[in-house]
């Protein structure tokens, strides 16, 4: 099939990607030229494991084009999926649609044969209605079908994602597109992806409700850690010991720092300004969104109390700043509170992460990176863990920091208590 992704941001591009290695002709089209001159060149926007082998695969073998010619890239196309941003509006809390809007109707003065238009964007419910009358001012009904088609990639592990789903969800409200929609899938629901076929609201509502139940799972877990803090008790255990029943299910009970990502915390609170429009009280999400942002605010405490209340002139390390590892987006990371916090208070922070510099922390007094674990280390009063990179789950502390009275915070328990206690060290963990 003919395929065209608009916006190469993350979804676009791992999306369109994966379409064109199932064998589908795919344009991803972006406005930004410096963009496409890249991608053309096989320079990838995004860290991504796997993405730029299977682009330049792609592009070499022709299945895949980058362009910044919308109107010819939709003309030439039998589907387009809609893939541009839809951040948290200025001042507000709902989510910022004008992208969408604009590129609808950029959409609608060139359909010249029938076609799909889908939004792979997470958009409020009602939004492929907004579409559909935008739409509906130039073009005929009968030559298009407005579908969402919500996508679920993780940061990190997306190529695995795209090929073996856990479900994919087609809303549509005309069963002619959610067939070929269902065909275009065929390759992945033949390897076992489940194909839930809905009406356009659910499957934006599906997205949604997912995310906020994802980001509840793990604020309520990080909840339990505070608790477990002040009782003696393991959070791990209890992660352990609640997951096992089938109804709650294991995945996403690791207690850490707040959670962040350019999904969740963004998600969350679209969800909550969608029900207030529709006039629902969404209580349990709306105290999620405020446990998880006192979350960070709560770390910063504990690193103080750690640091008995001496924070000015201390060397802390930071390893990992972006909110999850296998990634270099920093988007929501917890460490765009806590680092500019410690830097105020006199600190001097060294960070390392494997994906290199971070640009958000380049102004920031006495704070720089180390181009290693090694260096970032040695010298260090206090070790944060702060993202739980493979990279970070065997350093041996005594080897690269001999001194006793290293401190280690290991905000994503990767390490024993035990083991770290009896080199010496001082471990503390979250809810341990
Ligand atoms: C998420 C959803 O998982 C994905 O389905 C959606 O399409 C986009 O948003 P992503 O943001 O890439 O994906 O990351 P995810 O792995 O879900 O982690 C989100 C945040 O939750 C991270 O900050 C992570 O560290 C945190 N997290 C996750 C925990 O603190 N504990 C957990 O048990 C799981």
């Known amino acids: 099939m003919k395929l065209c992704m608009i916006g190469t941001g993350y979804v676009g591009l791992v999306s369109g990607v994966c379409f064109s290695d199932l064998g589908n002709d795919v344009i991803c089209v972006d406005k930004d030229q410096d963009k496409i001159n890249n991608l053309q060149k096989g320079i990838i926007p995004i860290y991504e494991p796997g993405l730029q082998e299977l682009t330049l695969k792609n592009f070499k073998n022709k299945k895949l084009k980058f362009s910044t010619d919308l109107k010819n890239s939709i003309k030439k196309s039998d589907i387009i999926f809609i893939c541009v941003g839809t ?6 809390i709902g989510a910022d649609l004008s992208q969408i809007y604009s590129v609808s109707k950029e959409i609608s003065k060139s359909i010249n044969r029938f076609k799909i238009i889908i939004t792979k964007s997470t958009v409020p ?3 492929g ?3 559909e009358k935008i739409l509906l001012k130039k073009v005929k009904k009968n030559k298009f079908s407005v579908i ?12 695995r994602d795209f090929i073996y789903p856990d479900r994919i969800v087609i809303g549509a409200n005309d069963n002619k597109s959610a067939i070929i929609l269902k065909n275009l899938y065929s390759p992945l ?8 076929s809905t009406n356009r609201r659910a499957a934006e509502l599906i997205k949604y409700a997912s995310n906020a139940f994802l980001a509840t799972k793990i604020t309520f877990i990080n909840e339990i850690a505070n608790l477990c803090e002040k009782t003696g008790i393991d959070v791990e255990d209890i992660s352990i010991g609640i997951g096992l029943d089938k109804r709650i299910g294991s995945r996403f009970l690791r207690a850490g720092p707040a ?11 679209a969800i909550v300004t969608t029900a207030d429009k529709f006039k629902t009280n969404l209580s349990v999400i709306k105290s999620v969104i405020k446990s998880n942002s006192l979350r960070s605010k709560l770390l910063i405490k504990k ?15 930071f390893l990992g700043v972006t909110f999850k590892a296998n990634t270099d987006d920093m988007r929501d990371s917890s460490s765009l509170e806590m680092i500019p916090f410690l830097s105020k208070k006199g600190a001097k922070i060294k960070y390392y992460d494997p994906t290199g510099l971070k640009k958000e922390f380049n102004k920031l007094k006495n704070v720089s990176f180390s181009n290693s674990i090694q260096d970032s280390v040695k010298n260090a009063d206090l070790v944060i863990l702060h993202t739980e990179w493979n990279d970070f789950k065997s350093i041996n502390f005594k080897k690269l920091n001999p001194s006793k009275n290293l401190k280690i915070y290991d905000m994503r328990n990767i390490y024993s208590p035990l083991k770290v206690k009896s080199q010496g060290f001082k471990y503390f963990g979250i809810g341990r």
């Open 87 to 92: 951040p948290t509006k200025k001042n507000d």
């Open 125 to 127: 419910v009602t939004t």
């Open 129 to 131: 209605d907004e579409i």
């Open 148 to 159: 969402s088609n919500p996508e679920f990639l993780r940061e990190g592990e997306a190529i």
């Open 189 to 196: 629901i033949s390897k076992g992806a489940k194909f839930i």
């Open 259 to 269: 959670y962040g990502g350019s999904c969740f915390p963004k998600d969350t609170k």
């Open 303 to 317: 690193v103080n109390e750690i640091l008995k209340n001496k924070i000015k002139n201390k060397k802390i390390c």
